[in-house]
């Protein structure tokens, strides 16, 4: 796994930066693709819904928007083909106090697109990798590391011009090197949500997630997104974001600009010094600005890339069977992801 996390974090800090700025975008954005073209995820005009104990992966719409000009016909199934993409990211929390806990997170997924004609509505599967690597605290004990093996399956379904559905399944094993093969470690989560669509501009969602933690069960997932071309305003639980869109570059890169609102954590079967089997839970907040970026046509960048720095706060760390609980002081975070 340490091999698989430094090849991921090698990979994902070598991609560069944007250009100079070309042209403005559009007050609004062109009309999404139909179910026939659109038989994978939208990811560039959607939130994406995977979803796993983790509730980074709601509400991550894609960057900048083309303009309408520019807007290209989307792929076909046949050119998509079964290969839907593929998504790294990367994490690293400082440890700033010796009753701290530092944290960095590697993952890896790879996204295979099933057509609609199969199941009657496209499903998307997503196998994922993630390796979590801590430091301390002084004030209770934790596992150097533990890992993330899942599997999720996502689906769309749209019932008429204004109403959609939009929902996931994950199953997974999340403990450390030790208790992998205990029952704490299997978990399944899943998300189901229906989308109302006002108007081109306004969006509403209204859901609920189960994240199967200890500490956090069931959480909602509602609100709305408002599109006016050249910001974004997704305003919805539990990942907040209002999006500056950044003229293209030359090079007809799209970039944007955000602030983020955050729910963290995670829930993990580790194995305590006594021999054993607990389960560890995290729990955090976190706000803070992010950079996106998604390469012109032709680039030999190819795919989107993210950068963000938050500031987080209400950590705490909590085993489940004894009871143990800690708050830990708050901290900064810098992750960097790329996908295509």
């Not at 106090?97 to 530092?102: A, F, R, T, V, Y």
């Not at 993630?130 to 993330?148: E, K, M, Q, R, Y």
């Not at 539990?238 to 955050?262: N, S, T």
């Not at 389960?279 to 970026?293: A, M």
Request: charged share 20%; proline share 6%.
């Amino acid at each position: 796994m340490l091999r698989l996390g430094s090849l991921v974090l090698a990979a994902v800090c070598s991609m560069g930066g944007a250009g100079t700025a070309a042209q403005d975008l559009p007050k609004r954005l062109p009309a999404s693709p139909t179910d026939e073209t659109r038989w994978a995820s939208d990811s560039d005009s959607q939130p994406e819904y995977r979803l796993a104990q983790s509730t980074e992966a709601i509400g991550m719409p894609a960057v900048a928007q083309p303009p309408i000009e520019a807007v290209e016909a989307p792929a076909a199934p046949t050119q998509r083909g079964i290969f839907q993409g593929v998504e790294l990211n990367a994490g690293w929390m400082p440890r700033l106090e010796s009753d701290g806990l530092g944290h960095t997170n590697l993952s890896a997924a790879v996204s295979f697109g099933v057509p609609p004609f199969v199941f009657g509505t496209p499903v998307l599967i997503t196998p994922r990798a993630g390796l979590h690597l801590f430091d301390g605290p002084s004030t209770i004990d934790a596992p150097s590391s533990v890992n993330d093996f899942e599997l999720s399956f996502a689906t769309f379904k749209k019932f008429n011009e204004r109403w959609s559905f939009r929902g996931s399944f994950s199953t997974g094993l999340y403990g450390d090197d030790y208790s992998l093969d205990d029952s704490d470690a299997l978990r399944f989560s899943g998300f189901a949500a229906a989308v109302y669509q006002a108007s081109e501009e306004w969006q509403w969602l209204f859901g609920a997630a189960y994240l199967n933690r200890d500490d956090l069960s069931v959480i909602p997932v509602a609100g709305f997104i408002r599109d006016c071309g050249d910001v974004r305003y997704e305003l919805m639980m539990p990942r907040p974001r209002v999006v500056w869109r950044l003229p293209q570059d030359e090079a007809g890169a799209e970039r944007a600009v955000y602030l983020a609102g955050d729910l963290g954590g995670g829930a993990w079967a580790v194995q305590r010094p006594d021999g054993t089997t607990d389960t560890l839970n995290l729990s955090s907040w976190g706000v803070g600005i992010g950079y996106e970026t998604k390469a012109g046509p032709g680039s030999l960048l190819a795919g989107k890339r993210r950068y963000e720095l938050a500031y987080v706060f209400g950590r705490s760390i909590e085993y489940q069977n004894t009871g143990e609980d800690v708050s830990l002081d708050d901290s900064l975070v810098a992750r960097v992801g790329w996908s295509y």
